[in-house]
């Protein structure tokens, strides 16, 4: 199918991307928490090929930063040795998709630290936390989507197919949380949490609070499509024959809601991404050091941040290719669903 | 007294500038000040250069002051705004030199067993609204001062040995304090005690309603004060406005009543950044409390402006673990826990383990200074020298944890973990607060540190109010770091941290006995140098406190940051100080040097 080849194109974009955060351990030069004290706040370092001497070197290479005399802040290069760039190095250990246990990096360099996107307030690499920030950042709007698409689901053909006082009762609470202002829900909520829990737990109290305050759009969406489903000719004759609810639901009707299903995904995995990053950024998200895209913003709350290292606004263009991707996706499966449902009534028509 | 910053408690202080004495000055009357007979005037002359009349300076307070009470204002705005420029102290600790010297009372003696103090009046002195000043108000003063039923905040400084000074006059001019004890900082006493206009205030004194007398709404007529500047507008939200007091009782070597200044005006500024960006764009004229990140962005962008380090101030970091008794409610985790922390041997390993260096480096910027005790270096006169400066070291680290007990387990992955002698990992939750960026900096730092030792600490930032209620009240937490200042450099100012029953005795506040030997002999130390009379006996007595610190290390001193502001370059006779209020302290010398760039504004 001509038109099926759009959101296979944004799908793969997308596998590609999160192929990447997700071997973070790998693509990443160093540990997210790694510190290198001597280098606070280092801007990217430059790739060179050209020495100070005029010499031409086939490998890239890159000079050691040292504080310029009499700063305490500002860095140059201190042009005596040359380091050169090597790949497939040897560093901090790290388990590969979270499984297996691995110790080689994609670049780096034999001695000393290279910094591609410069380093944070603790000279920790700011690629590697982008990288590594990613994981957690994507990880959480996944998962949220997940949780919200299937609570979404259930609840949604609860009430579309049962109607009556089931279907006001369910609706009438969706409207509830649509109204609800969640981010004040969630900051009461943290303030009750025990005062101190570890990154893991952290992260999966986010998880399923955006989760949690999500469902009921996709609910809303998915009851609309049921009804309509479920007064269909087929699904009626289905019936007829004594067909179960439950055989309905799965046979007939759910696989009906699937391209509002896939496209309310596409649409929901950047908006939970951005929601993470929003808790993340208030304080709200995992704790020090373990980053996140949100965490890593954090610093430009500071104004001295904000006029002083660029660099630490790097994070928000990882962001753009995720977004776009998902965006593209969600726009191309809707066009796609459309076309579908039309061949779909089509055929009904002549069966 | 100490003060937290962020916190309530202000350092008490008042600002004046250095000064030569004179015995009697007769000078000739300033402009704008009524033709009435003034021949006795005993002027304070001030050294310094000599500056223009005029001119307006406007800073910026983090809040609006929320009284103009000196018995209530226990908020740090309204103590900034009261004792740094409308109330004046019988003496004064010269926040340059850090030693006392004459203000309202141009002389005092002390009785050969220090216990009387006798102190002598300035000639011809009068209120800001024109009225005389004489030892009748001074009694006011101290009365109401010490009255149990209006609580002022001055009351406790006033108590020594247990009881309240006596205060009784012998003429006019002349006014004796009667001491139950000898009080080792002697006339250090009477700084930031403002005295207050007895015919505007006895009559609410009497009517029971003085406390809530003289708020942001009183009328400038009925107000009146002995600082440098008086009330003269306040816009609710926006600013507050003083004017120049034209009674007031110091001059320059050429005679010119000071202060040099028509006005000074405090905008209300929320939030440090918005501050910056304040005095970037020249709408305030001076800045402090500057964070070293902001101080280098200020540096960098230089307009009309200089910044200045003035070096270390007497802000102290510290680490600390929770050694509070487990109570019933104390939680089997917490209390499991609470045996490492009261262990002596496991406090000075994390202690060793913490890359001072590091923190002074990263948190700021190389503008502070790495501590082993409270006395910080910008502390001339009280550091004890002995106490040992030992550089980071794990082996160390190591050794006392191997004493104390703990051993150390290996992962498959080789990270290592720090076990109890249960084989429980260490872990413990350091909570800071969330508005101290500097703070949860540092936190962070140590967290680092300690990891590589096998402790698993998790920096909890939190709201700093809840923050201090957790530490002082339901002191249910594991570790914390906070920072004090001291308003001054007197060991005496840091009194209720030190003392076992004292509220700032943060690690196990509030005891009703000392709960270790050592907290018991800190006790007795702090009280001998309160009453012993030579500089040489109370600095014997707090190098033993500061070594008994040093070696139980109840808080793990941490760094001291550098005291960064800013001025305007039109501004003459600037001179940061280390000891609160920073720029502030010589206001009524402060001076624009071009008026006409002044009059812009």
Redesign the interface.
């Known amino acids: 199918m001509i038109q099926g080849r759009g959101w296979k194109r944004w799908l793969l974009t997308l596998a590609v991307l999160h192929g990447i955060i997700a071997c973070a351990g790998f693509f990443a030069p160093y540990d997210s928490?790694e510190?290198d004290?001597e280098h606070?706040h280092l801007p990217p370092m430059k790739i060179h090929f050209m020495d100070s001497h005029g010499r031409f070197h086939l490998r890239p290479f890159f000079y050691e930063p040292r504080l310029r005399e009499g700063t305490?802040?500002q860095f140059e290069e201190s042009t005596e040795e040359v380091q050169p760039f090597r790949f497939f190095v040897s560093g901090a250990?790290y388990?590969l998709l979270g499984l297996v246990?691995s110790h080689v990096h994609l670049f780096g360099a034999q001695d000393g630290r290279f910094y591609l996107l410069g380093s944070d307030?603790?000279?920790r690499d700011q690629l590697s936390r982008i990288l590594y920030g990613g994981q957690i950042s994507l990880l959480a709007g996944l998962l949220g989507a997940g949780l919200t698409l299937f609570s979404g689901v259930l609840i949604g053909a609860t009430a579309g197919y049962f109607g009556g006082w089931r279907d006001g009762l369910l609706m009438r609470v969706a409207e509830l949380f649509v109204a609800l202002p969640w981010l004040y829900l969630l900051l009461a909520l943290r303030a009750f949490l025990p005062?101190?829990v570890?990154p893991v737990q952290e992260f999966f109290l986010i998880v399923v609070v955006i989760g949690a305050v999500g469902w009921a759009r996709p609910a809303r969406l998915v009851r609309g499509v049921v009804l309509s489903a479920k007064e269909r000719d087929f699904v009626k004759a289905a019936r007829g024959f004594g067909a179960t609810d439950a055989y309905l639901l799965r046979r007939h009707i759910l696989p009906e809601t699937s391209s509002v299903i896939l496209t309310q995904a596409a649409i929901l995995v950047p908006q939970f991404v951005l929601a993470e990053m929003t808790l993340s950024f208030l304080?709200l998200g995992v704790?020090?050091?373990v980053p996140s895209w949100g965490s890593l913003l954090a610093s430009l709350q500071?104004?001295?941040?904000l006029?002083?290292y660029w660099w630490m606004y790097l994070p928000v263009l990882a962001i753009v290719p995720f977004f776009l991707g998902y965006l593209g996706l969600a726009s191309a499966l809707q066009q796609d669903g459309a076309t579908e449902k039309m061949v779909g009534r089509a055929g009904e028509d002549i069966w | 007294m100490v003060r937290m910053p962020g916190f309530s408690t202000f350092g008490r202080w008042l600002g004046y500038g250095m000064l030569t004495l004179s015995a009697a000055v007769f000078s000739r009357p300033a402009t704008g000040i009524p033709q009435q007979s003034r021949s006795a005037e005993e002027l304070l002359t001030l050294s310094g250069e000599i500056g223009k009349q005029g001119g307006r300076l406007v800073i910026s307070l983090r809040a609006e002051p929320k009284t103009l009470n000196p018995l209530t204002a226990v908020d740090a705005p309204s103590r900034e705004v009261i004792l740094g420029a409308m109330q004046a102290d019988l003496i004064h600790i010269n926040r340059a030199t850090q030693l006392t010297e004459p203000a309202l009372a141009k002389s005092w003696k002390v009785s050969a067993n220090g216990l009387q103090y006798t102190l002598t009046l300035r000639e011809g002195l009068r209120f800001s609204d024109g009225q005389p000043l004489d030892a009748d108000d001074v009694l006011f003063t101290f009365r109401v001062y010490l009255d149990e039923s209006i609580h002022a905040t001055q009351r406790d400084q006033l108590i020594v040995g247990g009881k309240p000074i006596a205060v009784r006059r012998v003429d006019a001019q002349t006014v004796v304090f009667q001491l139950a004890e000898t009080y080792g900082a002697g006339e250090r006493l009477f700084d930031g005690l403002g005295i207050l206009p007895r015919h505007l205030l006895e009559k609410s004194y009497t009517e029971g309603k003085l406390a809530q007398a003289w708020t942001l709404a009183t009328p400038p007529d009925q107000w009146a004060g002995l600082g440098p500047f008086r009330l003269k507008e306040y816009v609710a939200g926006q600013k507050l406005v003083l004017e120049r007091n034209p009674y007031y009782w110091k001059q320059d070597t050429k005679g010119n009543r000071l202060p040099y200044l028509d006005e000074m005006v405090f905008i209300f500024v929320p939030n440090a950044d918005a501050q910056v960006l304040r005095f970037q764009s020249g709408e305030t004229d001076l800045i402090s409390r500057l964070g070293s990140e902001n101080f280098s962005v200020l540096s960098r962008l230089q307009r009309g402006y200089t910044m200045t380090d003035a070096g270390p101030g007497l802000e102290y970091n510290f680490l600390f673990f929770n050694l509070n008794d487990p109570g019933e409610k104390t939680s089997p985790d917490l209390a499991r826990k609470m045996k490492w922390f009261r262990d002596v041997k496991f406090r000075q390993a994390i202690s060793v383990a913490i890359d001072r260096e590091a923190i002074v480096r990263l948190v700021y910027q190389g503008r502070g200074a790495a501590i082993w005790g409270p006395v910080t270096p910008g502390n001339h006169r009280w550091g004890n020298s002995a106490i040992p400066h030992s550089a980071r070291s794990l082996e160390k680290a190591r050794a006392f944890l191997k004493e104390a007990g703990f051993t150390w387990t290996t992962t498959a992955d080789g990270e290592i973990t720090l076990v109890d002698a249960d084989a429980k990992p260490v872990e413990f939750s350091i909570l800071t607060s969330s508005t101290n960026a500097d703070r949860t900096k540092m936190a962070a730092l140590i967290q680092d540190d300690l990891k590589q030792l096998g402790v698993h600490a998790q920096v909890v930032p939190m709201e700093f109010r809840s923050l201090i209620d957790r530490v002082t009240q339901t002191k249910e937490y594991e570790a914390c770091v906070l920072g004090l200042v001291s308003f001054d450099a007197d060991p005496t100012a840091d009194l209720n941290v030190w003392l076992s029953n004292g509220g700032t005795h943060l690690w196990n506040p509030s005891q009703a006995h000392p709960a270790t030997a050592w907290e018991a002999e800190i006790d007795k130390l702090m009280k001998q140098q309160l009453t012993s009379p030579s500089y040489e006996q109370r600095k014997q007595s707090f190098d033993r406190v500061q070594q008994i610190l040093a070696d139980n290390q109840p808080m793990i001193f941490l760094a001291s940051p550098d005291i960064l502001v800013g001025a305007k370059n039109s501004i003459g006779n600037f001179h940061a100080v280390v000891l609160e209020p920073y720029v502030l302290w010589n206001v009524e010398q402060l001076y624009f040097r071009n008026s006409a760039e002044n009059a812009r504004q």
Do not use: H, I, N, W
């Open positions: 928490a510190q004290r606070p305490f802040e250990r388990r246990p307030a603790y000279g005062l101190s570890s304080g704790p020090e050091p500071q104004y001295s941040t006029v002083s």
